[in-house]
């Protein structure tokens, strides 16, 4: 059974950081691609970051040079480090498996993933 797990979540003032995991199971991890989105309350999900099985890596606009996406075959894990934390970095961050065959465009497109994690919190006070 695949499984997404991420976790790391908390609150944080603005101008913080914090590391989130997304440990998955249940497939052959260092095969494939992954990415984090998020939703903030009254808000469509977005894409975040992405890393695929080369480490090639793919951040949004309002991420880049803030955020940084790296893993760990050896661990199954995903990382996601956000430095220079802002209010509106609040929201439940998930990570997700890059579905098998997904070309590496349009990375945000939420139907290119086809397992989800549960999501972690983050909230970030002014």
């Known amino acids: 059974e695949v499984q997404l797990q991420a976790s790391g979540g908390g609150l944080v003032q603005a101008g913080g950081s914090l590391r989130l995991s997304c440990t998955a199971s249940g497939f052959t991890f260092d095969d494939d691609g992954i990415g984090w989105f998020r939703q903030a309350p009254g808000k469509e999900r977005e894409g975040v970051s992405s890393i695929n099985n080369n480490r090639d890596t793919h951040y949004a606009d309002y991420v880049k040079g803030r955020f940084t996406i790296s893993r760990d075959d050896a661990k199954n894990t995903v990382y996601l480090t956000m430095n220079n934390l802002k209010p509106e970095d609040t929201a439940v961050y998930y990570c997700?498996?890059?579905?098998?065959?997904?070309?590496?465009?349009?990375?945000?497109?939420?139907?290119?993933?086809?397992?989800w994690g549960q999501g972690t919190l983050v909230t970030v006070s002014s």
């Open positions: 997700a498996r890059l579905g098998y065959g997904a070309n590496w465009s349009n990375l945000f497109l939420t139907h290119k993933y086809d397992y």
